[in-house]
């Protein structure tokens, strides 16, 4: 067996897991454009962000908005690597969790603009890291 193959009895809950993953990933992907992509002032104007929100979106510097669409890019090449029973799963997760703390340390301790975004983003930040951490480790104990 390689060292970067899973045995060819994977589970089948592995790749059913392993499926979420990858459109849990692949959503993340579309976030990261919506939010990139979004025209602020117009959603400002229409009253579905607060201008102090649009501020914050639109102030967010090129490198930060990177480290979204590594960790969603990762998470996703990951869950995908976690489906064929490849063992370079780990770094792609491992990747994918350092981008994702790098973006959302960048969103509410470094920028000052967390207090602008709407509240349910935070647990939500929280839920993706912990996502991508569990995922890092599901990947870790089925193949060490």
Known sequence: MSSTTL??????WLKAI???????????LLQFWLAYSMDTTAAA?????????????????????LTFAVASGAGLLGAAALFIGSGRAKLL?????????VYYIWLYAISGTGADRPSEELPIAVVVVVV???F???NKRTHP
Do not use: C, K, M
């Not at 045995?7 to 089948?12: A, G, K």
């Not at 499926?19 to 993340?28: D, R, V």
């Not at 104007?45 to 908005?65: D, Q």
């Open 7 to 12: 045995p060819l009895n994977t589970p089948i």
């Open 18 to 28: 392993s499926i979420l993953g990858i459109i849990w990933y692949a959503f993340g």
């Open 132 to 134: 991508t951490l569990g």
């Open 136 to 138: 890092l480790f599901l």
């Open 93 to 101: 997760f491992a990747i994918s969790a350092i981008s994702a703390l």
């Open 45 to 65: 104007s229409a009253g579905t962000i607060t201008t102090a929100h649009a501020a914050a979106i639109a102030g967010t510097p090129a490198l930060v908005w």
